[in-house]
């Protein structure tokens, strides 16, 4: 049966390219927003674009009952109440991924917004249930370079969080997208390092005019 | 004529691969340690090793006295009373380098040491006199694999520092390097960034057995 592949706020532009690259995978993939309705009209843009019907919307709770693998993909300052809202949601042994990166833009740069936590994926971690597991994956892939699912990625994707099992999970589901590799990045603490490499890595783009600065890590092969 | 590269504390193994590559790239190079005596024997093998007279050993102070760059390649804790001590003898205009990470292992681990001033390049800019520029750089190449000069890197060199061309200048030197790209990661505070991502590559070494993890960026050629 195929990975089944959720997304908590999944309209937005870093669900998208989520939702697009694991539905194209061969994935199941279930949107999920506060409006159904929304969550709907997004799932059906969304397989237009692929020529599938891979991708279904449902609310935010019924997308937490039917995953293997829930990601997060909330604007950052709704992230923690919405977790809290669906915590009797989420079942046990459930994985939740978090891809975002605090950032504000000052002087034509983009500033990491350190969390009093370390990190931002530190910070989601303290607001769910026991037996809920966070891991922070995907953060330094740029969106727009996801949502293009033709293009090869040709990077890694850096997994961080402190159960191994969880981990390894994420892992497998990032290998089934093409030209990623996965890279097993330690502890959840290791979200401090990935999300200033995301910061950087806009910051490259701005410098030299690009828009798809992500990395890749040699000699690990 | 063949630009001039030194190194303070250049006879350990961070000095050392420094050494080789940019003697083997054709640049003028100069240990430089406190006794003049240990420089001359790393000098002298580093010498034997390329097969060639490229480089010298001379007191820590000479090297500032002719050096275009000077690689600051000390043993952390030692490296703040040594740039204090060798003020005077620092040329306005001096581009230094840091390339060094605070760490600690635990555990099987390592952990990057925050320094108060937010890594230790910034920490380091605070002994330096008015008009001597502190450039970030090298910080996420491991030592061994620059030592070997017969290994291709195929890697990023980031170079972050306030003073943009200093930054130029140490990237210009950086590109007599065959299979090195240097990339402009901005201001100074961004070795808070490359400092991490170190950190990160001596883990990914430990997990995946390996010992050269490094960095290159996809996207912004």
């Known amino acids: ?3 089944r592949i959720g997304l908590l706020g999944g309209t937005g532009v870093e669900g998208r390219g989520i939702a697009l690259r694991f539905a194209h995978a061969g994935a199941s993939v279930a949107i999920g927003s506060r409006s159904v309705e929304r969550a709907r009209e997004a799932a059906a843009a969304y397989n237009q674009a692929l020529g599938s019907g891979a991708i279904e919307g449902l609310s935010n709770s019924e997308v937490l009952g039917r995953s293997d693998i829930v990601f997060l993909t909330l604007p950052y300052d709704q992230a923690p109440a919405a977790l809290d809202a669906l915590r009797a949601d989420m079942p046990s042994g459930l994985v939740l991924v978090d891809v975002t990166v605090p950032m504000a833009f000052r002087e034509g740069r ?5 969390p ?3 990190s931002n ?3 989601l971690a303290l607001h769910l249930p026991p037996g809920v597991h966070l891991v922070g994956a995907f953060k330094t892939i740029p969106a727009h370079v996801m949502a293009e699912v033709q293009t090869p990625l040709d990077c890694d ?4 969080g402190d159960d191994a099992g969880a981990r390894a999970r994420v892992m497998d589901a990032a290998r089934l997208i093409p ?3 996965p890279v097993d990045a330690g502890p959840l603490r ?8 995301t910061v950087l890595a806009v910051n490259l783009n701005r410098r ?7 990395y890749r890590i040699q000699g690990i092969e």
Do not use: H, P
Not at 110 to 114: D, I, R
């Open 1 to 3: 049966m195929a990975i």
């Open 110 to 114: 983009a500033e990491y917004e350190e």
């Open 116 to 118: 009093a936590e370390g």
């Open 121 to 123: 994926a530190e910070r």
């Open 157 to 160: 994707v850096y997994v961080c």
């Open 179 to 181: 030209t990623l590799r």
């Open 190 to 197: 290791a979200a401090r390092t990935l999300e200033r490499m």
């Open 208 to 214: 030299y005019k690009r828009k798809g600065a992500r």
